[in-house]
């Protein structure tokens, strides 16, 4: 493949994993904080906390995003840039990031594109992973020729991959015909493995969880109606600018939250925690039983259970302070 002189823009990712410990790690990053022009490799070791292989004459911050630039006539890392990061051990990861191309981008035949995951040997270049020794999972653009559609396709080298080369499932985005938005995402859907399925909290789903908070507050406690200090860790939809809005127009008071530090936010220290306990082992035949089971357990805990995940807080914070803002473990 053929990468063209052109440029990605990634302006935002987003990295979530279940450690083996049962603890969460999270981390979100974005370039609003810089100005323009380069991003060195003191600035990636910054954000991501730890990089191997950057490339600081073709990375530069352009209007609050990290844009890449790619060589002509150049393949893999001669042309772009691979970098690594090290993220703990984990039993489920989750990424989020937003991407663009140039208005002007040849795109060639094709390349990879973003962020991706490396396990073990983090097997690529056509090395099968059937030993079960390593694999990585990277998202790909294609270009056809013949009719000029650009789509995206997963590329994975797992165990039980059936080529020689990243297998792509037969997915790919859009589907169909071409992108008619400079703002593109890729989602891929995860399937249902061991009785279990996803289901994602979006912008919308949040903003109303929003609005009927603040309706069952003034119902509730009207006389603290105006007096709200509200906390939530930094997960995606909670800073969608749409839901930063929604708060302020509500008069609450947000309480900052560290980047790095997803054990500090009472719902996955203490409330998650015990109704992880609380579910295991159980097998739900649909969604109405299992919102009747987390409504059973809500109902089994009196008011002095949840005070103490709160008063557990300046704890939580002072130990993200002693690090440095970095991440805190258990």
Known sequence: MRKADAVKILSFLLLTVDLVSSQSYYKAINWDKYGNGGYSDSSARADFG???????????????????TLLKHALSGAGGIISNTKIPDGSAYEMDFDVKYHSQFDWSRGGKVGFGFGIGNGNTGCNV????????????????????????QPYLYHKD?????G??????????????????????PIPDRNGKKQHNINNDVYLAQLDRLEAAIKAKRPRKK????????NARPHVEHRVIQSINDKGWELLEHSPYAPTEAPTDYHVNCSLK???????????????????????????????RGIDRLPSKWEAVI???GDYAPE
């Open 50 to 68: 730890s990089v191997t292989g950057w490339r600081n004459e073709r990375a530069m911050i352009s209007s609050g995003t990290l844009r890449i």
């Open 129 to 152: 992973a059937t030993d079960g020794n390593g694999g990585t999972l990277r998202l790909m653009w294609y270009h056809n020729p013949s009719n000029g559609r650009v789509y995206l």
């Open 161 to 165: 991959m059936p080529g020689p080369c």
């Open 167 to 188: 297998e792509n499932f037969g997915k790919s985005y859009p589907s169909s015909g071409k992108w008619d938005d400079n703002d593109v995402k890729y989602q891929w």
């Open 226 to 233: 105006n007096h709200i200090v509200f906390h939530h860790d």
């Open 277 to 307: 306990n609380w579910q295991t082992g159980k097998v739900y035949d649909g969604l109405d039983d299992l919102v009747a089971d987390v409504k059973a357990w809500i109902a089994s805990k009196d008011r002095h259970f949840f005070a």
């Open 322 to 324: 002693e690090v440095d």
